[in-house]
């Protein structure tokens, strides 16, 4: 990673020696037989610059997903196949119509392979499917609360609280736990329960008690929440287009 922070740094000097070029050649006397080609290669320092930082950046992300997928010392890893995926799907779609905050803002993979695809839990990352969340939970917030669902396939799920300039969010990941992988997946469960603290739980709780509400329920039926949404819509609906007939139709 040392190699990659150079040649960010390199990417950097190679962009803010073209902007310097551009702006010399902005500047200059527009007469100058100078001028026009300094910025044109000014432009062109730009973009070889910007490019080789993408170029470097994605080689880093990477190493970084291969380092994390072989860790040595990972918490816990287990595979989760298109059966234990297409079971999962419904699940998933059936606590996310519970109540809107309880949608899974994990990326699973669209198509599953024959070979399943991983679920790495490390000390401070968790990797799933193709995408590798380096900080872990803190990617997503601060954890407040976490439970273990069994099922077929079973799941892990846990709550975080984002901190937003209007106000703190709930942002909720869903981990498929296929049957094979529950002895597996209990260490990862175990780690990640040890990060939600006493204070965060009481937090999280006391600001969203509806979503907790419907997250405990003992079927999927749609919180009274989810059911006002619906209603609501659909009248905003009705009276943003009776206004419009009212604005275009009155006589003049």
Request: proline share 7%.
């Amino acid at each position: 990673m040392r190699g990659s922070g150079g040649l960010i740094l390199l990417s950097l000097l190679v962009i803010a020696a073209g902007i310097g070029l551009f702006l010399y050649g902005g500047t200059s006397d527009a007469r100058s037989p100078l001028a026009l080609p300094l910025v044109i290669a000014g432009g062109a320092v730009v973009l070889a610059g910007l490019v080789m930082m993408i170029l470097v950046w994605r080689a880093s992300r990477r190493r970084a997903y291969a380092e994390a997928l072989d860790l040595p010392d990972a918490i816990a890893r287990w595979q989760v196949y298109p059966s234990d995926m297409e079971a999962f799907r419904a699940v998933d779609a059936a606590r996310a119509g519970r109540l809107w905050s309880l949608a899974n803002s994990l990326t699973l993979p669209a198509s599953v392979p024959p070979e399943g695809f991983p679920i790495v839990v490390g000390q401070q990352s968790l990797l799933v499917g193709s995408r590798l969340y380096d900080h872990g939970l803190k990617s997503f917030g601060t954890p407040g609360e976490i439970s273990w669902h069994e099922g077929e396939p079973g799941f892990i799920e846990i709550a975080c609280e984002l901190a937003t300039t209007n106000a703190p969010q709930i942002v909720v990941l869903r981990i498929p736990v296929p049957a094979s992988a529950r002895h597996d997946a209990a260490p990862a469960f175990a780690h990640l329960q040890g990060q939600v603290t006493a204070w965060a739980r009481k937090q999280i709780h006391a600001r969203f008690g509806n979503h907790f509400q419907a997250a405990g329920q003992t079927d999927d039926t749609p919180h009274r929440l989810q059911r006002r949404r619906k209603i609501l819509f659909p009248v905003l609906g009705i009276f943003c287009l009776a206004l419009l007939v009212i604005i275009f139709l009155r006589p003049f």
